[in-house]
């Protein structure tokens, strides 16, 4: 099987394992659900944070509005008192207005966090170095555990517009945001490898020959974008290691020039007494023990 190192610009984002015979069509079309589906489940595990710190969602028009403005407006968030947390909430206000500010208590509070955790282990890119490919049903099954604690924690579910909830059914609303900015849709993306575009119709071996024992780098990138620049000839870590051991040269060379100043002064032409020490035959004689 050859594995692929998945990069997006020059970050590390996944392993990835498959065969040479694979079309390309259909091997973009698996890292992209593994490259989304990532990027889902951080979008998730983020907001997960925030509900276990401050309680469902607001609904939109009461968002970043003050207690004194919703008084006035009489404005009701009807959803938070029905989707109350299991063994009851927790006060604890949100500095941005975003959710109601009912948290779970302490123990259900520790569900969600701990799911949360152990999700982006899953999905982290520190799966790269230990040499772990991730998998589709991988990223499913971290969807689901963060979906069951979400429902352990929350039995009645959660309002319609909070985030999660809609990340959950497939109707986030990303347009004009941040995060929308690092998706890839598959009409708008293109796979790279060593400085080539791999095209649909072709297969992984076309670029990468029959050898199934390989692993490459390839990389994602949005169409239109160009050729993604190509990988340093050395890492991070060898380029310090290197530079390490010039300056260490460097120096040495520096002590050798300041010794060789006055080194001609321990030779023989150098001492004045050496025409006395041949008359007198003392010229090879040693002090020490034998």
Partial sequence: MVKLHIKKGEESQFMYETTVQMPVEDVMKELLEIYNGRLKVERICSEIGELAEHGTSLPPNMQGLTDDQ?????????????????????????????????????????????????????????????????????????????????????????????????????????????????????????????????????????????????????????????????????SEDERKQMMLHAYRKQEEWKKMEEDSEDVYLNSAWADSGQLKKQLQGMNNVKWGPR
Avoid at 104 to 123: D, R, W
Avoid at 160 to 186: C, K, N, Y
């Fill in 70 to 234: 919703i008084q006035d407006l009489k404005l009701v968030d009807e959803w938070g008192q029905k989707c109350e947390p299991s063994g009851g909430a927790i006060d604890c206000k949100d500095p941005i207005g975003r959710r109601n500010g009912k948290a779970p208590n302490e123990k259900m509070k520790e569900v969600l966090t701990k799911t949360v955790s152990e999700a982006k282990k899953i999905i982290s890119k520190n799966q790269v170095s230990a040499n772990v490919c991730v998998t589709a049903p991988m990223v499913k099954d971290a969807l689901d555990q963060l979906r069951g604690a979400v429902t352990i924690v929350y039995p009645m579910g959660l309002p319609p517009h909070d985030p999660i909830r809609m990340e959950f059914e497939g109707q986030e609303e990303l347009e004009g945001t941040q995060a929308s900015l690092s998706v890839l849709e598959e009409s708008n993306a293109s796979l790279w490898f060593s400085g080539k575009e791999m095209h649909q119709g072709k297969k992984l071996c076309d670029y990468l020959g029959k050898n199934e024992k390989t692993k490459i780098i390839a990389k994602l990138q949005k169409k239109g974008q160009g050729a993604p620049g190509r990988e340093a000839v050395f």
